[in-house]
């Protein structure tokens, strides 16, 4: 399906783990390399994150039999501590991540500018995935602390 028109797809998840510990887990490179991927057949082996206004990510995806892998990289363009991080991404989309404490949880709110290769359903999919395992991740870590 292809489309011309800049398309907004938001994802969201609830982690049962207070926003310093999901923020820390979010940012952190040794935490993302265990939780950015879609599908167990998919792996982060490097992640690097420079949590400033300006600069930049970068996660390198691969397929864990080797046969394809990308990194997926971009610029931190506003950052607020614990609510917000704006980033814009190498092929020049934006993503926005929210976090809002709700009691004991916290919501996470991402929303990003779909890709013109893939359909809407599947990038849905795959951010909505890779947000499901940073919530199993999150809060499998926090029980144990």
């Known amino acids: 399906m292809k489309f011309d028109e800049k398309i907004d797809i938001t994802v969201q998840v609830e982690v049962h783990a207070p926003v310093d510990f999901v923020w820390k887990c979010w940012t952190l490179p040794e935490h993302i390399i265990h939780w950015n991927n879609a599908s167990s057949d998919w792996h982060t ?6 949590m400033i206004e300006g600069g930049k990510f970068n996660y390198r995806m691969e397929a864990k039999d080797g046969s394809f892998g990308f990194d997926f990289w971009g610029f931190h363009d506003k950052i607020i501590f614990h609510e917000l991080i704006e980033n814009t991404l190498g092929d020049d989309r934006k993503v926005s991540v929210a976090f809002s404490l709700d009691g004991i949880s916290t919501k996470i ?6 890709e ?3 359909t809407i359903d599947l990038q849905r999919q795959g ?3 890779i947000l499901d395992n940073f919530k199993k991740y999150t809060e499998s870590r926090f029980n144990k602390a």
């Open 45 to 50: 082996p490097k992640a690097e994150n420079n």
């Open 127 to 129: 951010w909505q995935a």
């Open 116 to 118: 013109k290769e893939n």
């Open 109 to 114: 709110t991402e929303t990003f500018e779909a």
